[in-house]
């Protein structure tokens, strides 16, 4: 158990529809990144989060849009979903933007578009 | 090429032995290097990070890294059945946001 949370676990959406998908960060952590892996593949950098404001973007399009709250939880949010945004969507919560730190992962979202 | 590189495997052990798991990186202001268990659909599971040239060990784990030829490798011995995952290594380069670049993955498999 990591103390990261992701909700929904599962989620099926119809291509064009919007989703939103939540994370709570382990405590006292500040920075939450979000990933996307496809089935065979590893993790694909979306963003990052830090004290509330995008401190990284990966090479996704901008209807990939996230949040992150005072309390540290986190959204992503994806509009006009596509066939290919089924995936796994991982969230992961580091104590903070230090070179070193460990980032732990929540369980995920499984997105299926259809 | 790929920023880190795995062999994808499937690589099968026998109970009992050294499994060695691989993995290059191409960019060498790489700062932070990690290794993370996945067990079909599951996430991935921290279980080793190297910042230092050298060995790292943890229990049955050993993590290898060698800044100067941009290599890093994860030593599993005595594995187990219950070490059947996908090993995915992760490296972050220095710079203002921190996020972990993955390989693909290796598949684990150890025969009883």
């Known amino acids: 158990e990591t103390g990261v949370t992701q909700s929904p676990t599962h989620l099926i959406k119809t291509r064009g529809q919007q989703v939103t998908l939540r994370c709570s960060s382990q405590?006292?952590?500040?920075?939450v990144s979000w990933y996307q892996q496809a089935l065979g593949q590893g993790p694909q950098f979306i963003f990052q989060?830090?004290?509330?404001?995008?401190?990284g973007r990966g090479n996704f399009p901008p209807r990939f849009s996230g949040l992150q709250f005072p309390n540290y939880s986190s959204e992503l949010n994806v509009n006009a979903l596509e066939l290919d945004d089924s995936a796994l969507y991982l969230c992961?919560?580091?104590?903070?933007?230090?070179?070193?730190?460990?980032?732990?992962f929540g369980q995920g979202t499984r997105l299926t578009v259809v | 090429q790929k920023e880190v590189e795995q062999n994808s495997g499937p690589l099968s052990v026998p109970e009992g032995a050294i499994a060695s798991l691989n993995c290059t990186y191409s960019?060498?202001?790489?700062?932070?290097f990690f290794w993370y268990r996945q067990y079909s659909g599951k996430s991935p599971e921290l279980i080793m990070s190297?910042?230092?040239?050298g060995d790292k060990e943890d229990g049955r784990f050993t993590a290898q890294l060698n800044k100067a030829s941009q290599y890093v490798s994860l030593l599993i011995r005595d594995s187990q059945p219950s070490d059947s995952a996908t090993y995915l290594c992760?490296?972050?380069?220095?710079?203002?946001?921190?996020?972990?670049?993955f390989g693909s993955g290796t598949q684990l498999t150890v025969l009883p």
């Open positions: 190297i910042y230092s040239n």
């Open positions: 960019d060498r202001v790489s700062q932070s």
């Open positions: 405590s006292g952590h500040n920075t």
């Open positions: 992961a919560s580091s104590l903070d933007l230090g070179e070193n730190t460990e980032a732990f």
């Open positions: 992760a490296v972050r380069r220095s710079g203002s946001a921190r996020q972990l670049t």
């Open positions: 989060y830090y004290r509330e404001e995008e401190n």
